[in-house]
C-alpha cells in the first residue's frame, strides 16, 4: 500500500487508519525544526496530488 497505513492506535476511535494524500515534503513552509529536513521546493500551489480512486482502492483493500 502506498498511501493508506495502519491500523494506528487511537484514543478517541481504538484503531484507525491513516491516510497520506501529499507527497512527502510537499509544504509551503520551510519551518527549521521540521523532522522532515528543509523543505525543496516551497509550493503554494493547490493540487490533487493522488488520484482519489487510487486512494479509495486502497481503503477498500485494506
Known amino acids: 500500500m502506498n ?9 478517541r476511535l481504538g484503531q484507525s487508519l491513516g ?7 510537499t509544504c509551503n ?4 525544526y521540521c ?4 523543505t525543496v521546493p516551497l ?3 493547490r ?3 493522488i488520484p482519489s480512486a ?5 481503503v ?3
Open 3 to 11: 498511501y493508506v497505513f495502519g491500523p494506528v492506535p487511537s484514543r
Open 19 to 25: 491516510i497520506d494524500t501529499i507527497p512527502l515534503k
Open 29 to 32: 513552509w520551510n519551518c527549521v
Open 35 to 38: 523532522q522532515l529536513g528543509r
Open 43 to 45: 509550493t503554494n500551489e
Open 47 to 49: 493540487r490533487e496530488y
Open 54 to 58: 487510487d486512494i479509495l482502492a486502497e
Open 60 to 62: 477498500d483493500a485494506a
